[in-house]
């Protein structure tokens, strides 16, 4: 398997370079130069697998110069840190099916994807005998997922930029509590947009990417994106019939997602994707009507989903142009001058054949919360309760829906005891954190401060 950017300036490259390149030295994203097609019978064969057995499956297709039995060592080493036995358990709960994403050591849905890569890049810095300074930003749940899976490893240094309070607390304490050396928190004056465009101009910077060997574990790298997709197989394998299925996705960022679209590619028979926004809606007037266009990042009870620029939807849109990497190269140079893309009408039919949306605002989110929690016992988290709630109304009565829990609802307490009266319940790891010691270095908004920060460090 080859791999090839959005933008069509790069030779073809393995995935072994593709995980360590991370952005594709042209500014694009790095996809497959094909997609596999899963026959029906194989489909069949793989509902019922363990996780860890169909993650083998699913991955070897993609990561075809890994020796199977290393590919698998990485599997099993990656899924057994976490605390479900079934990795990413499938609960039914007042009509829709809950895939519960957040049994990873950060309770978060990027536990699944970012435990593989920190053991991938030990794999391969050991192999290649050399050493990455991780450069990443989060909106929350990805800065403790990323730190998680490289901690204290080997060659490894990792820098994370979340925008300064305004994570949840229990997210800014999951990042700021890890002391261990090779770990360097950063959180900018800003908004997430800003921590993330901060991380894009650095890595467009081939010289100094090249020199501090910057490594990226935002879902720009590829290796994240491919990791989701197994979970969308597994959820289909779960349900009592393997028929068509609608999974519901809060997103604000389009990785997620991406991921189920890629799975439909490969021929799961999935009918529609529902794409949840929050009141940071750029995606649902994509999919509504066509309209990309740049507004303000409004603060909510959902902060994961608080963007604007969605990165990973380069990687739709190359398939959505017909794979013209032309055509990708001017839509981006577009939004650069404009702050928008514009798209034909033919365009925005295809998006919404494969697309349903919907914005769920605040007040829906709080309500939603309450009342699922009243009818049925069950707690979600805000992201998770903005897809419940897209379900519940967009394809209210269709059989199978799926809607992904992305986070453990005591991540967002306070969000949670908004809406029920009483915080979520706190698990140990969650409890263990409070009046734990923090380091963090808050600095303004200015890439300039960032790169000087990653030299002294990276050079200590």
């Not at 790095?30 to 499956?57: C, D, G, K, V």
């Not at 536990?111 to 991938?120: E, K, S, Y």
């Not at 574990?217 to 597994?234: K, M, T």
Request: proline share 5%; charged share 20%.
């Amino acid at each position: 398997m080859k791999y090839i950017s959005t933008r069509g300036n790069i030779a073809p490259i393995g995935f072994k370079e593709a995980v360590m390149m991370g952005l594709a030295t042209d500014g694009g994203l790095i996809l497959p130069e094909s997609i596999p097609q899963i026959a029906p019978e194989t489909l069949a064969a793989w509902a019922r697998l363990p996780y860890r057995e169909l993650a083998f499956n699913i991955i070897s297709l993609f990561a075809t110069d890994i020796p199977s039995a290393d590919l698998k060592a990485l599997i099993d080493r990656s899924y057994g840190s976490f605390e479900h036995q079934e990795t990413t358990p499938l609960v039914k709960k007042d009509g829709v099916y809950i895939l519960e994403l957040f049994h990873g050591p950060t309770l978060a849905f990027k536990d699944v994807a970012l435990q593989l890569l920190g053991n991938l890049f030990e794999y391969l810095l050991k192999e290649r005998g050399e050493k990455m300074n991780i450069l990443g930003a989060t909106s929350g749940d990805t800065g403790s997922a990323a730190i998680a899976g490289v901690r204290g490893k080997e060659n490894i240094n990792i820098f994370i930029l979340h925008p300064h309070l305004k994570t949840s607390p229990i997210q800014a304490l999951q990042m700021t509590s890890v002391l261990d050396a090779n770990v360097h928190n950063v959180a900018i004056e800003g908004t997430f947009d800003d921590c993330q465009n901060i991380v894009k101009t650095l890595f467009n910077d081939l010289e100094f990417k090249k020199e501090y060997a910057l490594g990226a574990v935002n879902s720009i790298n590829w290796a994240r994106v491919l990791a989701q997709v197994v979970y969308y197989f597994y959820a289909w394998g779960r349900l009592p019939e393997q028929g068509k299925v609608v999974f519901s996705v809060p997103t604000g960022n389009f990785g997620d997602i991406f991921a189920g679209y890629l799975a439909k590619r490969m021929g799961l028979p999935i009918e529609k994707l529902l794409l949840a926004t929050n009141e940071n809606n750029i995606l649902s007037r994509f999919v509504q009507n066509g309209d990309y266009s740049l507004g303000q990042v409004v603060q909510t009870v959902s902060p994961s989903m608080d963007i604007q620029l969605a990165s990973n939807l380069e990687r739709y849109l190359y398939y959505l142009f017909n794979q013209s990497p032309e055509r990708v190269r001017s839509a981006f140079a577009e939004l650069q001058q404009t702050g928008k893309i514009v798209f034909t009408a033919e365009e925005v039919q295809r998006v919404q054949s494969e697309f349903l949306s919907c914005t769920v605002n605040e007040e829906m989110t709080l309500e939603t919360i309450a009342s699922f929690n009243r009818e049925t016992g069950y707690l979600l988290d805000p992201h998770t309760a903005v897809g419940v709630r897209g379900a519940l109304e967009c394809v209210k009565g269709h059989p199978a829906v799926v809607c992904l829990a992305t986070a453990h609802p005591a991540k967002f307490g306070e969000a949670v005891e908004r809406a029920i009266g009483a915080p979520a319940p706190l698990p140990p790891q969650l409890a263990a954190l409070q009046g734990k010691e923090t380091r963090c270095e808050i600095m303004a908004a200015d890439k300039d401060k960032v790169k000087q920060f990653v030299i002294a460090k990276a050079k200590a």
